[in-house]
Antibody, heavy 122, light 107 residues
Framework: QVQLVESGGGVVQPGRSLRLSCAAS????????MHWARQAPGKGLEWVAV????????YYADSVKGRFTISRDNSMNTLYLQMDSLRGEDTAMYFC???????????????WGQGALVTVSS | DIQMTQSPSTLSASVGDRVTITCRAS??????LAWYQQKPGKAPKVLIY???TLESGVPSRFSGSGSGPEFTLTISSLQPDDFATYYC?????????FGQGTKLEIK
């Protein structure tokens, strides 16, 4: 069955960096666009970034543009989110999710991981 | 960027009730709209995509309708398992914004 497992979360000081990983299994990872979304404690969902199936297209929310970088390694079935210059407002549960439609970057989110918690605090 | 406005923010209802949640897009998104259900401590789960298509395995009491700019999610007869938070999301153009959510509570 499809599994998406996030890792790399933790507590980090403001201004520092953190890299999240999302290990995928149970589907043809290299055929699907992949997304990151986040949810601050007690708040709603916020879409963060997407990368196309081949890694050639990347789009970001305005709130993270220039600070976060999405990437993927199709040989390792792994998605990444490099988060630099972290701020308190980046504190959230970060979910990776797959596009629901093969080869489409702009798609609804089909499968989701269980999330990795990132806390930005001094 | 496209803004998605959901209403109401909170909805109190009883088992067996018919409920409707509304989502309005700030500009045209054709029918590129999805609805998700999220329970506390869990990842969201897709219910409806392309505004009105039921995801496989989702009970038929859930339905979606509408076209830009206003969309609705209807639950025809609430079941105990349906008390959760619901989100709409547009996937017409990046950033693929979510609505702010509707918490469905037991009356």
């Amino acid at each position: 069955q499809v599994q998406l497992v996030e890792s790399g979360g933790g507590v980090v000081q403001p201004g520092r960096s953190l890299r999240l990983s999302c290990a995928a299994s149970g589907f043809s990872f290299s055929n699907y666009g992949m997304h990151w979304a986040r949810q601050a404690p007690g708040k709603g969902l916020e879409w963060v970034a997407v990368i196309s199936f081949d890694g050639n297209k990347k789009y970001y929310a305005d709130s993270v543009k220039g600070r976060f970088t999405i990437s993927r390694d199709n040989s390792m079935n792994t998605l990444y989110l490099q988060m630099d210059s972290l701020r308190g407002e980046d504190t959230a549960m970060y979910f990776c999710a797959s596009s629901a439609v093969e080869f489409l970057t702009g798609s609804y989110l089909g499968y989701w991981g269980q999330g990795a918690l990132v806390t930005v605090s001094s | 960027d496209i803004q998605m406005t959901q209403s109401p923010s909170t909805l109190s209802a009883s088992v067996g009730d018919r409920v409707t949640i509304t989502c309005r897009a700030s500009q045209s998104i054709d029918n590129w709209l999805a609805w998700y259900q999220q329970k506390p401590g869990k990842a969201p789960k897709v219910l409806i995509y392309k505004a009105a298509t039921l995801e496989s395995g989702v009970p038929s009491r859930f339905s979606g309708s509408g076209s830009g700019p206003e969309f609705t999610l209807t639950i025809s007869s609430l079941q105990p398992d349906d008390f959760a938070t619901y989100y709409c999301q547009q996937y017409d153009s990046s950033p693929y914004t979510f609505g702010q959510g509707t918490k469905l509570e037991i009356k």
